[in-house]
């Protein structure tokens, strides 16, 4: 399994798969070739169908202001993968042709980095085999990250941390109307000032607002594991906070949430385009439950019961993003589901360790098996549910 600083990264919004990944993909095609004349870019699947309200074309015309392009949007060609992007580059020395997929937490795959892509950090790809480990090792899940990952990791976290507070912060500060036709108000800064008491629930309710509504807005947030799902963790981490724990205590809750993260995006997905909202904030509110679970103190085994209980019920979770804008429904579902972490961990101090039917690596296996019957119409193409019937 690959580091888990994959899972959270510092960036704009609104998307991972739509923004940041067609931002990385322009990069790196800036990089490989030399004296470009032109380039022609077509959008497949859902980059093409909600990539409007994504601002994947507004982020394509940035990176390549300064080169003659054109975009294409092609909803109509089939493609192994959802989130397909293809570049024509005219160069002085003639035409090639790259294909691109964004898979989801900004992550690009090229023609260059397939095969280098398996960079293994850890030799364990399941949360059976690495629950094992550490129980072979007497070591904790942070023991086993920390053994695993560079002398780095805690710095690099510190900075997603003090990110996700930054966005909270911005987010609460603003108001007005978010970018699009729908013209959906921000709520944050309202939410916070009808506060009555001082409920730590209410005030990580109201912080994933704040960041998924910054999400929106493109502003700078962490993907945790793509940009739709932020505001989960904006609601963590408003919600940690509040209950005043350390900042090392924080740091090493991200690095659990990271490790599930992973192991949902090695094994399954994290792209609402290929598995739903289920691969999104499904997996955002597993991270979470582990997250919250791990800062409370629970051992290896509740930590992963937490994972697992989220996930499990947010399995069938779809992707309707109304007009392809990343805010109904995606704003206040990052609150629901940052509530409901914090209740799969309390449920994981509840339920007697004997008797644990399904595993968190059953609940990803199923989700990811869900995702790819759902319906491409339920997959971040903006032609049913919601999208259908608010238009
Ligand atoms: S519905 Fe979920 S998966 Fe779809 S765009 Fe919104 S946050 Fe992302």
Not at 150 to 162: I, R, V
Not at 288 to 295: L, N, R, T, V
């Given at each position: 399994?690959?580091?888990i ?11 991972s798969s739509?923004?940041?990944g ?5 990069e ?13 870019v ?9 990539g ?11 990176k390549?202001?300064?080169i ?9 060609t089939e493609?192994k993968?959802?989130n397909?992007m ?6 002085n ?12 937490g900004g992550?690009i795959?090229?023609?260059?980095n397939?095969k ?16 094992i ?5 007497n070591?904790?899940?942070v ?11 805690f ?5 997603c ?11 609460l500060?603003k108001?007005g109307?978010?970018?699009g036709p729908?013209k959906v108000?921000?709520k ?10 001082d ?14 509504e910054?999400?929106?807005s493109?502003?700078l ?15 963590i981490?408003?919600?940690?906070r509040k209950k ?5 205590s ?28 289920q ?7 597993a ?6 679970a791990s800062?409370?103190g629970l051992n ?6 937490a994972a697992e209980?989220?996930l499990?019920?947010s399995l069938?979770?779809t992707c ?6 990343v805010?109904i429904?995606?704003?206040e579902?990052?609150?629901?589901y ?14 007697p360790?004997?008797?644990?039917k ?9 989700m990811?098996?869900?995702g ?19 238009k």
């Amino acid at each position: 399994m690959r580091s888990i600083k994959e899972i959270f990264v510092i960036g704009h919004g609104p998307s991972s798969s739509h923004t940041m990944g067609p931002a990385n993909a322009c990069e790196y095609i800036l990089k490989q070739y030399e004296n470009i004349k032109s380039i022609k870019v077509t959008l497949y699947g859902s980059l093409a169908l909600t990539g409007k309200g994504h601002l994947t074309d507004y982020i394509i015309d940035l990176k390549l202001k300064n080169i003659e392009h054109k975009i294409i949007f092609d909803s109509k060609t089939e493609t192994k993968h959802p989130n397909t992007m293809e570049f024509e580059i005219t160069t002085n020395k003639g035409t090639s042709t790259e294909t691109i997929i964004s898979i989801g937490g900004g992550t690009i795959v090229t023609k260059e980095n397939y095969k280098n892509r398996l960079q293994e950090v850890y030799s364990q790809n399941s949360l059976k085999e690495i629950l094992i480990y550490c129980n072979k090792e007497n070591i904790s899940l942070v023991e086993y990250v920390k053994k695993h990952e560079d002398e780095n990791l805690f710095d690099y976290l510190k900075s997603c941390k003090d990110q996700i507070l930054a966005s909270i912060d911005s987010g609460l500060s603003k108001e007005g109307y978010l970018p699009g036709p729908l013209k959906v108000q921000r709520k944050a800064k309202e939410m916070l000032a009808n506060l009555k008491n001082d409920d730590p629930a209410e005030i990580m309710a109201i912080s994933a607002f704040a960041v998924a509504e910054e999400n929106a807005s493109g502003n700078l947030i962490v993907i945790a594991p793509t940009c739709g799902s932020a505001g989960v963790f904006g609601g963590i981490l408003g919600y940690f906070r509040k209950k005043n724990y350390s900042e090392k205590s924080i740091i090493e809750s991200l690095m659990i949430a990271g490790l599930i993260g992973m192991l949902a995006k090695i094994n399954a997905s994290i792209s609402g385009a290929e598995a739903g909202c289920q691969a999104e904030i499904g997996v955002a509110c597993a991270m979470g439950a582990a997250a919250i679970a791990s800062i409370k103190g629970l051992n290896n085994e509740q930590i992963a019961r937490a994972a697992e209980i989220a996930l499990e019920h947010s399995l069938g979770l779809t992707c309707d993003p109304v007009q392809g804008y990343v805010q109904i429904p995606c704003i206040e579902r990052c609150a629901v589901y940052a509530l409901k972490a914090k209740n799969a961990a309390k449920l994981a101090t509840l339920i007697p360790s004997t008797n644990n039917k399904v595993t968190f690596d059953d609940s990803l296996k199923t989700m990811y098996e869900t995702g790819k019957d759902l319906s491409s119409e339920y997959r971040e193409t903006g032609k049913k549910g919601l999208s259908e019937i608010f238009k």
